[in-house]
């Protein structure tokens, strides 16, 4: 009868022993999140954005921050492609034209702002990387200003405030690295 219960003893000796260092492991890193998040201008929005990307769970800080200017990028990638629907479906010479201003904002953000976010973090330069972050909120804003006063879509007005949520977290967790 002995016999029966050692397997089982050791059985149970390994899981006790090996458990430990994994739930640390899983705890490292949600700490690590949780405590970059709480550093920046909306945790919320910096953890649910870290917390959805599977590269987070093994990132350092910089990894993070690298993963939250990916995010910027395709939050306004994806709202110049709304943007630009947008633009092929109207008719009014005033919403085309606040519509091309904006398709214009923020290729600028996809195409120049988050490369120079990117290679100031990588460079240890993260003066540069804050700056194009803070810049990428306010080409967000400069858009929902470009639409005629009371001809603001629904959708752009909340676009404009999720792509300034975004990139001021970005811009705050850069920060950390000054």
Known sequence: MKM???PL????LVTVSVMPAYVQSKTTTND????TCKQTADPSICEAALR??????KADTEGLI?????????RFSD???YIEGMARKTRDPAMIKALKECAHLYQLVVNTNVGVAVNAVRLGDPKFGEEAMLDSGNEAEACRLAFPEGKVPGPVT???QALHGVSNVAASMIKILE
Do not use: C, E, H, W
């Open 52 to 57: 959805s990307d599977p590269r987070s769970s």
């Open 79 to 81: 709202s110049l492609r």
């Open 66 to 74: 690298l993963i939250m200017i990916d995010t910027v990028k395709a």
């Open 4 to 6: 029966l219960n050692y």
């Open 32 to 35: 690590l999140v949780r405590t």
């Open 158 to 160: 909340g676009q404009t």
């Open 9 to 12: 003893t050791l059985f149970l």
